[in-house]
């Protein structure tokens, strides 16, 4: 069966200081990998997502980036963190065979002070 | 371009009573459906989804929903409430694109009064 791990669970950085998320899919291969935000009391923003090795696609400028080294490794970095970036952070990933539904992973909480 | 409203923030029912959270959706093609649930601090889980199929559909813990296009609505229900219940529901559209995206409602607060 597929997981989906994101680390870590939670995080607190203060303003200014670099950020590395990482999220990785087990039992597939070549899935679409997402990464959202979902800000207090607020849905979901797709930030990211990625159809395969190296191809990021961005839907929100922003201060952050992300990135894909292997099949089943999603990264979401920003050099230098803004207040405005906290929230909970969410990987998804979408298999070959779904036509839509993604599978979301357990989330990183990001506090920045 | 397709969008969701879910119309309400908040639901508050008791405990052993039925659920109703209501959806209604915007699509320029035959949209895919479905219904996300949230437990504080946890991921998001599938409950079920809509793909064209049977318009009611019937998903994890006594869930289901009804697809109804001339509503344009996709409610979900439940008919006794569970403690275990309570959480966030999102109604979700998808897009038909090549990223195969999926816009969110911006969700229900279900609270389970026992």
């Known amino acids: 069966s597929q997981t989906i791990h994101q680390w870590p669970a939670t995080l607190v950085q203060p303003v200014g200081s670099p950020l590395s998320l990482e999220c990785t899919v087990e039992?597939?291969?070549?899935?679409?990998l997402y990464w959202y935000r979902q800000a207090a009391g607020r849905g979901l923003q797709l930030l990211f997502y990625?159809?395969?090795?190296?191809?990021i696609s961005s839907e929100v400028p922003q201060n952050l980036s992300a990135s894909r080294p292997q099949d089943r490794q999603f990264i979401l970095s920003s050099k230098k963190l803004l207040l405005s970036d906290s929230g909970f952070y969410l990987c998804?990933?979408?298999?070959?065979?779904?036509?839509?539904?993604?599978?979301f992973g357990p989330g990183t909480r990001l506090t920045v002070t | 371009a397709q969008s969701v409203t879910q119309l309400d923030s908040h639901v508050s029912v008791s405990e052993g009573t039925p659920v109703l959270l209501r959806c209604n959706y915007s699509s320029s093609y035959s949209p895919s459906l479905f219904w996300y649930v949230q437990h504080p601090n946890k991921g998001l889980q599938l409950l079920l989804k809509y793909t064209s199929a049977a318009t009611l559909v019937k998903g994890i813990n006594g869930f289901e929903a009804e697809f109804k296009k001339s509503e344009t609505s996709f409610h979900l229900t439940k008919p006794s409430a569970h403690m275990s219940d309570a959480a966030e529901y999102f109604c979700v559209v998808s897009g038909d694109t090549g990223r195969r995206a999926l816009t969110f409602g911006s969700g229900t607060r279900l609270q389970v009064q026992p």
């Open positions: 998804a990933w979408r298999g070959l065979r779904d036509r839509y539904e993604q599978y």
């Open positions: 039992g597939t291969s070549n899935p679409n």
């Open positions: 990625s159809v395969g090795i190296g191809q």
